[in-house]
C-alpha cells in the first residue's frame, strides 16, 4: 500500500504561482510512474503531467509551459511547479502512482484544491 499526501494548494490570484508537494510513504519511484491530475467541478479527472517510462516528462497542450513537474528521490517527493496560473486552473489536483509493470496498481492521493480568482 502507498500512501500519497498531498500539500500546497491555495487561493491565489490570475498569473500568480503555486507549488504542489506530494509526499509517498516509501521510496517508489523505482517502481511506480508518477504524475498529476486535477478534477474542475463538473468535469472528469484530467492528467495534466506526469513522468514516463523513461523517466521523461509529460504535459497536457493546457498547462504547457507553464507547469513544471520534478521529483526529489531522498525525500519521496513529487512536485508540481505551477506559473501563469488561469482561472480555468481551478480544480482538486491529485497526485497518482502507476505502477511501472502491474498497470492496474494504482495509488491516489487526497487532493488539494487549488481556486485562480481575483
Known amino acids: 500500500q502507498v500512501q500519497l499526501v498531498e500539500s500546497g494548494g491555495d487561493l491565489v490570484q490570475p498569473g500568480g504561482s503555486l507549488r504542489l508537494s506530494c509526499v509517498a510513504s516509501?521510496?517508489?519511484?523505482?517502481?511506480?510512474?508518477m504524475g498529476w491530475y486535477r478534477q474542475a467541478p463538473g468535469k472528469q479527472r484530467e492528467l495534466v503531467a506526469e513522468?514516463?517510462?523513461?523517466?521523461?516528462?509529460w504535459y497536457a497542450d493546457s498547462v504547457k509551459g507553464r507547469f513544471t513537474i520534478s521529483r526529489d528521490g531522498p525525500k519521496n517527493a513529487v512536485y508540481l511547479e505551477m506559473n501563469s496560473l488561469r482561472p480555468e486552473d481551478t480544480a482538486v489536483y491529485y497526485c497518482?502512482?502507476?505502477?511501472?509493470?502491474?498497470?492496474?496498481?494504482?495509488?491516489w492521493g487526497q487532493g488539494t484544491q487549488v481556486t485562480v480568482s481575483s
Open positions: 513522468f514516463t517510462d523513461d523517466n521523461s516528462t
Open positions: 516509501y521510496t517508489i519511484f523505482n517502481f511506480y510512474n
Open positions: 497518482n502512482a502507476v505502477h511501472k509493470i502491474v498497470r492496474a496498481v494504482v495509488f
